[in-house]
C-alpha cells in the first residue's frame, strides 16, 4: 500500500469488516521501442476548478529475465483536457526503479519512491497557459516548462472546467543506445484534493410599482458570488462564476394620458434584461 492510503472499510452482514481495495491499475509494458509511448485513458465530464491539486502514486520495476532498468530510464505522463491529441495539459516526470525484493510494512517509500509522486498544483497549469498566451506562441505547438524534476506542457486550449478525459502512459525516451524497454508499472490513487471552501454571497430583491390608472412597473435583480450555494449542496456543487441579474418590465395604457372622453385604450408592454456572467 502507498504511504498514507487507508482501505475504506465497509461492515458486512456477519459483523466482519471488509476492506475495500485501492484504485489502482498494473501496467505491463513489454519491448517499448526508443522514443514510443504506451498509455491507457478514462473519458469522463468533469469540473475540476474548484480543486487545488491533482496527486498520484507511481512505481516502477524491471522485468525478471529482461534487461535491468536504470532510474530515469522511463517517463510517466499524464494529461488532462478535452482530448489527448490537439487540446490538453501535459505533466511527465522521471521515474525512480524499485529494485526486487521483498519490503516489510513500514517501507513503502522504497516501493513508492516520493521522487515518483505526481503532486501538484492546478494552479501551475492555469500559470503556464497565461505565460504561453502572454508570449503569443501558437496554440498548435506544444510549450512546455521544467519545474523541478517535472516538465508540464500545454497544447490547444485546454479548459479545466471541462475535462473530457485522463490518460496516464508510460514513455520510454530517445536515447542513443535505442534501449528496449520491458517494465511493469503501477499508478495508484489518481485523486483532486484541497477544495476551495471559500463561501460566498448572495441577494436578490423585488420591487412592483403600480401607477394608479396609468399601469404597472416591476424591477427585480439578483446577484451571487463564486462559492455561493444552498445547504444541500456540496462544496464541488457551488457557484463557480459571478452573476449579476437585472429585470425590469413596464404595462402601460397610455390610453389613460388623454381625457376618458376620447375613450382610447392604447396598452403599452416594455421590458429589459440583461445578465452577466463572469467567471472566475
Known amino acids: 500500500m502507498p504511504p498514507g492510503v487507508e482501505r475504506v472499510q465497509l461492515l458486512s452482514n456477519n459483523g466482519v469488516n471488509l476492506q475495500q481495495n485501492e484504485q489502482a491499475l498494473s501496467l505491463k509494458i513489454n519491448n517499448l521501442l526508443t522514443g514510443d509511448s504506451r498509455g491507457v485513458f478514462k473519458t469522463l465530464n468533469l469540473d475540476i476548478r474548484q480543486y487545488g491539486k491533482l496527486s498520484m502514486y507511481l512505481h516502477a520495476e524491471s522485468v525478471t529475465g529482461q534487461r535491468p532498468l536504470k532510474d530515469n530510464e522511463l517517463y510517466a505522463v499524464v494529461r488532462v483536457g478535452q482530448d489527448f491529441l490537439n487540446n490538453y495539459y501535459e505533466i511527465k516526470i522521471p521515474l525512480k526503479i524499485t529494485p526486487p525484493g521483498t519490503y516489510p510494512r513500514g517501507q513503502e517509500e522504497k516501493v513508492w519512491p516520493i521522487e515518483n509522486n505526481l503532486d501538484f498544483s492546478l494552479r501551475d497549469l492555469i ?3 497565461l505565460r504561453r498566451n502572454n508570449l503569443g506562441r501558437s496554440l498548435s505547438n506544444i510549450y512546455r516548462e521544467v519545474s523541478g524534476n517535472k516538465t508540464i506542457s500545454i497544447l490547444g486550449n485546454p479548459n479545466l472546467g471541462e475535462v473530457r478525459g485522463i490518460l496516464v502512459a508510460i514513455e520510454n525516451p530517445l536515447k542513443l543506445d535505442g ?6 508499472v503501477w499508478v495508484n490513487e489518481l485523486r483532486l484534493s484541497q477544495l476551495d471552501e471559500r463561501g460566498g454571497w448572495a441577494a436578490s430583491g423585488r420591487v412592483d410599482l403600480t401607477l394608479a390608472d396609468l399601469g404597472t412597473i416591476s424591477v427585480s435583480a439578483n446577484t451571487h458570488t463564486q462559492g455561493f450555494g444552498t445547504l444541500e449542496q456540496w462544496v464541488n456543487e ?8 437585472f429585470d425590469a418590465a413596464a404595462t402601460i395604457d397610455a390610453g389613460n394620458l388623454v381625457p376618458k372622453a376620447a375613450r382610447l385604450s392604447f396598452p403599452i408592454y416594455a421590458s429589459i434584461n440583461r445578465t452577466l456572467l463572469t467567471p472566475v
Not at 534501449?179 to 511493469?184: F, K, M, Q, Y
Not at 457551488?238 to 441579474?245: C, D, G, P, S
Open 127 to 129: 500559470d503556464l497557459k
Open 179 to 184: 534501449a528496449i524497454v520491458n517494465t511493469e
Open 238 to 245: 457551488r457557484a463557480r462564476e459571478n452573476l449579476m441579474q
